[in-house]
């Protein structure tokens, strides 16, 4: 019984050895998007909750430009997602694809489908997630992320729709509380 015991430890002990060894890979694109979609395109403008500001987010074709006010914090180009024998292995590679991502293909919850968006050299979480609608005759766009898919903010065409609706909560979303 001794030895049962001692081999079911060991047994453990090199299972959890061996997976805490093994490198984080992204998942695969189910899909592969090319492209940011048209409707998509173009400036969207929100109120941070935090510091009340108006900030914006600009999207082109393939690429993604983050405001906090009028300074531009941060971007993404979209790439389309292939597997990668280098992921994080040196230097140059991590500094050339620093700003790529990737989509992750989409999912449904609630009724609404999401757009996932990774970093290219993201090796855990859930990503970013953009989902498009129209509702009172507004385009919304939405920005969310967590596992639940949690609202982070609701963006709108003008900043004067972003200030008339800055803390509307719409039916089907999924906010943290």
Same mark, same amino acid.
């Given at each position: 019984?001794?030895?049962?015991?001692? @081999? %079911?430890?060991?047994? +453990?002990?090199?299972?959890?050895?061996?997976? +805490?060894?093994?490198?984080?890979?992204?998942?695969? +694109?189910?899909?592969?998007?090319?492209?940011?979609?048209?409707?998509?395109?173009?400036?969207?403008?929100?109120?941070?909750?935090?510091?009340?500001?108006?900030?914006? !987010?600009?999207?082109?074709?393939?690429?993604?430009? /983050?405001?906090?006010?009028?300074?531009?914090?941060?971007?993404?180009?979209?790439?389309?997602?292939?597997?990668?024998?280098?992921?994080?292995?040196?230097?140059?590679? %991590?500094?050339?694809?620093?700003?790529?991502?990737?989509?992750?293909?989409?999912?449904?919850?609630?009724? @609404?489908?999401? @757009?996932?968006?990774?970093?290219?050299?993201?090796?855990?979480?859930?990503?970013?997630?953009?989902?498009?609608?129209?509702?009172?005759?507004? !385009?919304?766009?939405?920005?969310?992320?967590?596992?639940?898919?949690?609202?982070?903010?609701?963006?709108?065409?003008?900043?004067?729709?972003?200030?008339?609706? !800055?803390?509307?909560?719409?039916?089907? /979303?999924?906010?943290?509380?």
């Amino acid at each position: 019984m001794k030895f049962k015991h001692t @081999l %079911l430890i060991a047994t +453990a002990l090199i299972t959890i050895g061996t997976i +805490a060894i093994v490198a984080p890979q992204p998942a695969a +694109a189910s899909v592969k998007i090319k492209s940011y979609p048209k409707s998509m395109r173009g400036t969207w403008y929100y109120y941070d909750t935090y510091t009340g500001k108006l900030d914006k !987010e600009v999207f082109t074709k393939k690429t993604a430009k /983050f405001y906090v006010g009028k300074k531009k914090v941060g971007y993404n180009t979209l790439h389309t997602y292939v597997k990668h024998d280098q992921y994080l292995s040196n230097k140059t590679y %991590l500094q050339k694809t620093g700003h790529w991502a990737y989509a992750n293909g989409s999912t449904t919850v609630n009724g @609404l489908t999401w @757009l996932n968006i990774r970093g290219w050299n993201q090796g855990m979480g859930n990503g970013l997630y953009y989902n498009m609608t129209t509702l009172d005759g507004n !385009e919304i766009l939405t920005n969310a992320s967590g596992a639940k898919i949690w609202v982070d903010h609701h963006a709108y065409r003008t900043p004067e729709l972003a200030k008339a609706l !800055e803390n509307k909560h719409y039916q089907y /979303f999924n906010y943290q509380e």
